[in-house]
Structures are given as C-alpha cells and as structure tokens.
C-alpha cells in the first residue's frame, strides 16, 4: 500500500489511543528500507546493488521479526509495547493483500516468515495499477475522516 494510505489508516485506527503518534511511526517505519532506495532505482542506479537493500526491507514487512521486536522491546519497557506490534502488523497485513505482481522492480508478495523462508505470499489488489481500489480506498479514507470531522464539529457546536 502506498505511503500516504498506511498513515491515515494507522492514525484512523488508533486515533484513541495513548500510543497513537507511535503507532501512526511503527505503520510507515516498514517502508523506510525501500522509500531510500526507490528514488535512487527511478533515477536508474545500479539496481543489483539495490537487491541487498530488499533484504532489510524482507525483514521490515517479516511478521517473525516484528514479533521478536516486540517482545525484545516489551521486555525491555516492562510492559507490552503495543504500538509496534500493531502498528507493524496492520502495515504488514495491508501490504499482504495489496501487494500483487512486482512493482518497480520489487519481487511480488511479502516474506511473512523472512529469514526463516523468504517464500513469497502474492497479493489479490495491486494498489498502484488496480483503480477501482484507489478510487475506493481514497473515498472510504475521505469519507470516513470526513464523517469523524463533522461529528466533531457538530459535538463542540452543541456544548
Ligand atoms: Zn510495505
């Protein structure tokens, strides 16, 4: 899923929550691996070099990693550390369905299990070419922040 999605959805979701602004980081935190390298492969560099990049971000997208992350971190804090985990995982599980073919030279699908098995799980969605899922997960996103606005409005008008 593309950037800009996985902010307003983890910000939706945990818009409650203490720990929202961490959850919003831990849901982008995935894509930072391939967000520094994709400007270097659109201006058309060496792109094998690339390839060793993927492997940081095959870990950043491995559910095995995140829960070992987590529990390190909970460990640490003395407490469960939930914005990473859930964080991480909506970002992973958004990508898991929207990731379909390879894009930008990427391989298709997400390694859930990476390093263990870098076996690839292939999305049902491609989010960059498939436009009626833009069209919907854009309108759904404006729709639902929009609702969520005027009921604000609306509550603070009333007191
Ligand atoms: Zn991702």
Known sequence: ???LSHILWANLLFRKKQWR??????AILPDF????????YILGYNVDAMRQLWSIDFATHSLLVIGILFVLASLYLKRYYYPLIFGSTLHVFTDLVTHKGSHAGYPPGTALFYPLTEFRIDGIINYEKDLWFLVLNFGALILIYSYIYLKGKKQNEGV
């Open 1 to 3: 899923m593309d950037f």
């Open 21 to 26: 602004w961490q959850g919003v980081a831990f």
């Open 33 to 40: 691996p391939i967000a520094l390298v994709m400007p270097l």
